[in-house]
């Protein structure tokens, strides 16, 4: 995350430019987060099946029309480039079909405003009826759930540029999170622009049933959307740390007097802090289990009790 402020003579004043930028990790192993993955899949297939729910296997839906000239691939790594400063992790050995990946290694979606690579997850989902219509309307299901270890304030605009986040283990019901990327534009390459850009993405932990398709207008037959209305809290995990980059704005109010009048001057300030947020592997896996089955097993309970009772 990175913020600035402007500086310029105003008042018989001149006040630098600052930037201030904080990158924070957490020390978690990749294959904790492989693992916290595969088991909550593992458990919603069951909490499925344990409702009366026949599951179909990913390649029941290789030769329909919707996914045509799509990618099959059995297993997907974790990935740097479907959110800004987020690792996507997938389900192991599992079948996925893709549309292809952009120059920047993310998916290409489905839905209306694929080509302007704008496609959001409701677009997609839009679109599942149609897939559900050749699968003799069997549910199409879409999770997304974010657990997110901080929460950055809104950074601070007074006398410099200062970002502040505190350490905040949680599955997101509705969060907002911007992170510095590589910027592979056209201007960037003519070095008209910089080579970072300030990204974000929108995380909502949620999931989708999509079922039928209708003859006309082509909507869903039944649709059951579950969210969280608040953030569900994974407590004693991360211990309450404040993690800060500020860079003070340099100013000149006094001058000096020349020959061509008075003078002023004042440095442009850049800070950079850089943390890792240390945390047990094993507390934090079963922290974050308990938030992922309890989210999925509520919402599996609760689409067979409204739509098939």
Request: proline residues 2%; contains cysteine.
């Given at each position: 995350k990175t913020t600035?402020?402007?500086?310029?003579?105003?008042n018989q004043m001149l006040s630098g430019n600052t930037k201030a930028s904080l990158a924070v990790g957490l020390d978690i192993p990749a294959a904790t987060l492989q693992q916290l993955t595969d088991e909550a899949y593992q458990k919603f297939i069951q909490d499925l099946k344990a409702q009366g729910f026949n599951i179909l296997?990913?390649?029941?839906?290789?030769?329909?029309n919707y996914y045509k000239d799509y990618q099959r691939l059995e297993g997907m790594e974790m990935s740097l480039s479907e959110a800004?400063?987020?690792?996507?992790?997938?389900?192991?050995?599992?079948?996925?079909?893709?549309?292809?990946?952009?120059?920047?290694?993310?998916?290409?979606?489905?839905?209306?405003?694929?080509?302007?690579?704008?496609?959001?997850?409701?677009?997609e989902i839009a679109s599942y009826p149609?897939?559900?219509?050749?699968?003799?309307?069997?549910?199409?299901?879409?999770?997304?759930?974010?657990?997110?270890?901080?929460?950055?304030?809104?950074?601070?605009?007074?006398?410099?540029?200062?970002?502040?986040?505190?350490t905040n283990l949680r599955m997101a019901a509705y969060d907002h999170v911007e992170?510095?990327?590589?910027?592979?534009?056209?201007?960037?390459?003519?070095?008209?622009?910089?080579?970072?850009?300030?990204?974000?993405?929108?995380?909502?932990s949620s999931i989708d049933f999509v079922q039928g398709r209708n003859k006309i207008g082509g909507s869903p037959l039944g649709v059951y959307t579950g969210i969280l209305k608040d953030d569900?809290?994974?407590n004693d995990v991360l211990g309450?740390?404040?993690?800060?980059?500020?860079?003070?704005?340099?100013?000149d109010f006094i001058g000096?007097?020349?020959?061509?009048?008075?003078?002023?001057?004042?440095?442009?300030?850049?800070v950079e802090n850089t943390a890792l947020i240390r945390a047990d592997a094993e507390k934090y896996h079963e922290g974050v289990k308990k938030a992922l089955d309890t989210f999925l097993s509520y919402h599996v309970s609760e689409y067979k009790d409204k739509h098939f009772k």
């Open positions: 600035t402020t402007k500086g310029g003579f105003a296997k990913g390649d029941t839906a290789a030769n329909t800004p400063g987020i690792v996507t992790v997938y389900p192991s050995n599992a079948v996925f079909f893709v549309k292809g990946f952009d120059n920047s290694g993310k998916i290409k979606r489905e839905g209306m405003l694929s080509f302007m690579g704008t496609t959001d997850r409701s677009d149609r897939l559900s219509q050749e699968l003799n309307d069997a549910a199409i299901v879409n999770v997304d759930l974010y657990v997110l270890f901080l929460d950055v304030k809104k950074p601070y605009q007074g006398n410099g540029a200062k970002i502040t986040a505190n992170s510095r990327v590589s910027n592979n534009s056209t201007t960037t390459r003519l070095g008209l622009t910089g080579n970072t850009k300030e990204k974000g993405v929108t995380c909502i569900l809290l994974v309450s740390e404040k993690i800060e980059a500020y860079a003070k704005t340099d100013r000096t007097e020349t020959a061509f009048g008075m003078m002023y001057r004042a440095d442009n300030i850049a």
